[in-house]
């Protein structure tokens, strides 16, 4: 049974590790990546897809928390990056049963291009969840998609004013909110990228 919001991503998968490892995890991220520790931390990384990010800041020395509801995906990522400081786990928004079981707390949350697949609902309660999993000062950064739903795919129209709004009441105070042009040039398509810093800093 398919985790709602991963439609149309098993049959996509061997397309999708192709387009997604084609990007290096810095120039997606750059936006945020003064933000990021320097100093080995904890990672959670929701929605991993491939694993390029976890990739990417394992090879700064932090330990990630790969989470990946698809298990065509997980198996990419797997492959394409093993290593010993990324841990990989079946699990999903909103409720992350899995990552609170193990009770653990994140100094870095990231979220790329996942919070468009829950409803309103789902988002609410997942900002919830999501938020206490954050350490005292811990970052959170997200990012959305904005356009034309490609086919076979669940996705709404978040707004960052929204998300800014629901990340307030759960104490996260905003720290970085840009827009960026698609990379992969999909016409009419366009992405905000939000940083979030947690109040009890």
Not at 43 to 49: Q, R
Request: net charge negative; charged share 25%.
């Amino acid at each position: 049974m398919r985790v709602s919001g991963t439609e149309g991503y098993a049959e996509t998968a061997d397309r999708l590790a192709e387009q997604y490892e084609s990007r290096r995890f810095a120039d997606v991220h750059k936006s945020i990546l003064p933000l990021i520790p320097t100093t080995p931390c904890r990672v959670l990384d929701i929605g991993a897809g491939t694993g390029r990010d976890a990739a990417g800041l394992a090879a700064m020395g932090h330990r990630v928390l790969a989470v990946e509801p698809t298990a065509e995906m997980r198996a990419h990522g797997r492959r394409l990056h093993s290593s010993s400081a990324i841990d990989w786990i079946d699990d999903s928004l909103p409720e992350l049963a899995q990552v609170h079981a193990r009770g653990e707390r994140f100094d870095l949350v990231m979220m790329t291009a996942v919070w468009m697949h829950l409803d309103d609902a789902e988002r609410r309660r997942g900002m919830a969840q999501v938020r206490s999993l954050i350490a005292p000062a811990g970052l959170l950064t997200l990012s959305l998609r904005h356009g034309p739903i490609p086919a076979g795919r669940r996705m709404f129209e978040v707004t960052s004013t929204e998300t800014k709004a629901l990340a307030a009441e759960h104490g996260l105070n905003v720290l970085v909110d840009r827009d960026r042009p698609s990379s992969c040039g999909a016409e009419g398509v366009w992405w905000s990228v939000l940083a979030f810093q947690a109040q009890d800093a």
